[in-house]
Structure formats: C-alpha cells, structure tokens
C-alpha cells in the first residue's frame, strides 16, 4: 500500500516492503532505486551497488522470485511484491543451495559480486524448471542447463575478479542438486574447458 503525503505536495511517500518475508515501513523519495531503499534504509547492504546503471549485475535480487537489478526498480514499484535478497535465502542455518555451491566451489575471491551471483543463479534454476529458453537454447529439446546455458544466463553478472572459472561449476553444482529431474542435463565435468 502506498500513502502519498498530499499536505506538503512532498515527494515522499510511505510504503509498505515486504523484504525476505517481513513487512518493513518506509517513508522514501518517489526516486529511491529499490537497492538504495534496501541497503541505505534497511540496512540489507547484502546487495551490492556496482555501477548503479544496470551493467553489472552485483545488486540482483528476486522481486516475486525472478531476478532483477535493483539499482534500474524504483521502490515504489516493489509493493505488494516479494523482494528476497541474499540475507533471505537461507533457511535458518541452512544454507541455500546456491550458496552452499559457491563455498564448496570457492566461487569468488573479493566477494562483491557474489551476492548478485548467488541471487541470479536462484533466478536462473527458477528459470531453468520453468522450462523458460536463453539464447543459447535450440528450439527443440527443452532447456539443457549445461557450462553454456549458465554463462548466458549468467552473463549479466560480471566479476571484477575473474571467478567465472569457479562459479559456472558452482551453479551446476547447484543446479544437480535442486533440478534432479530427467532431462535437465547439470553435470559438470572436471577438465572441461571452462
Ligand atoms: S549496481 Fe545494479 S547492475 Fe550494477
Ligand atoms: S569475486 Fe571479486 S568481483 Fe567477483
């Protein structure tokens, strides 16, 4: 729900986020970016501000379950929406899937980008039981989430560090272990060319 302040024409409203399944609510400029409401206002600093201009991908989070660059969202147009950042994906102790891969894998070296990584692959496995095709998808035969599908899902997330070696076989890693089903082809295999 959003409650404009008529009495002083103020360019601020106060909005209800539901963030990482907890209502939060904040009286924010129109012009907040959804990544500006969550790290500067929510003190979630998780996502990562990288360029700001939709470039790099370090700020994706999951708005209804699908990724996108916070940084390019106005917060206002999240309400009544599910946002999940990197602090929510874990259950309890447990870690997510995707994030459990990227320790295993040692899939980053500064850690910045990861947060956006981890989130996007969550974003590309959601997409990948969807069936949803990439640009790499052939018309027949339905998503093969192979090194080649996870590079062009994944090719909107950049690494400053150059980790990419380790984090495609974290999130195939990923992938096999929350997309068991037949026909959804997630092996990664030592010694390939990466
Ligand atoms: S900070 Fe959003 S894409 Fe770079
Ligand atoms: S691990 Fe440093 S930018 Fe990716």
Redesign the pocket.
């Known amino acids: 729900m959003t409650t404009t302040d008529t009495r002083s024409q103020s360019t601020t409203s106060t909005l209800r986020l539901q963030v990482n399944g907890r209502e939060h609510e904040l009286a924010l400029d129109h012009r907040t970016s959804l990544?500006d409401a969550l790290r500067e206002h929510l003190g979630l600093t998780g996502s990562k501000?990288?360029?700001?201009?939709?470039?790099?991908?370090?700020?994706t989070v999951l708005l209804d379950g699908r990724r996108v660059?916070?940084?390019l969202i106005l917060a206002v147009t999240a309400v009544g929406r599910e946002i999940t950042t990197v602090e929510g994906l874990a259950d309890g102790e447990d870690l997510h899937p995707v994030q459990q891969a990227f320790i295993d894998r040692d899939a980053f070296q500064c850690g910045y980008c990861t947060p956006g990584q981890i989130c996007s692959a969550v974003g590309v496995l959601a997409e990948a039981r969807s069936g949803w095709p990439s640009a790499v998808t052939p018309p027949e035969g339905g998503v093969q989430l192979d090194e080649a599908e996870v590079r062009e899902r994944m090719s909107g997330n950049l690494c400053r560090c150059g980790a990419y070696a380790n984090i495609v076989p974290a999130v195939l890693d990923a992938a096999a272990a929350e997309l068991p089903a037949p026909g959804i082809e997630t092996a990664y295999h030592e010694g390939e060319s990466r």
Do not use: M
């Open positions: 990544l501000k990288g360029c700001d201009h939709g470039q790099c991908g370090a700020c660059n916070a940084c």
